[in-house]
């Protein structure tokens, strides 16, 4: 019976730790914007470089939070048209493709 249970036990930990690490990590990132544009099938993204943290140029959909797309987009194309940096909402761990959260000037 305590074999059972220490299985079981074990089984849980390491249930936790996979999910644990699984978990997307947004976090606020200022960044130079390098594209703002919608792909074909009309859903805004942007292409940025980590300042803080530093990463790579990746391109991110805007399209993660619907009621605030058209305000996100419109910070983008703000800062970008004003050489501006910005917060960007992300896990910039995932790559290309993967959804920002949030978008926002930065001064």
Known sequence: MKKKVLVLAICVMISAFCVNSAMAAFDWAVCTISKVGTTNFGDPFIE?????PVFPATIFMLGNTPDKTKEMYAAALTAWS???NVWVYC???LGAGSPAAGVATYK
């Open 82 to 84: 004003n050489s501006a």
């Open 48 to 52: 940025v470089t980590g300042v803080t």
């Open 91 to 93: 896990d910039y761990a």
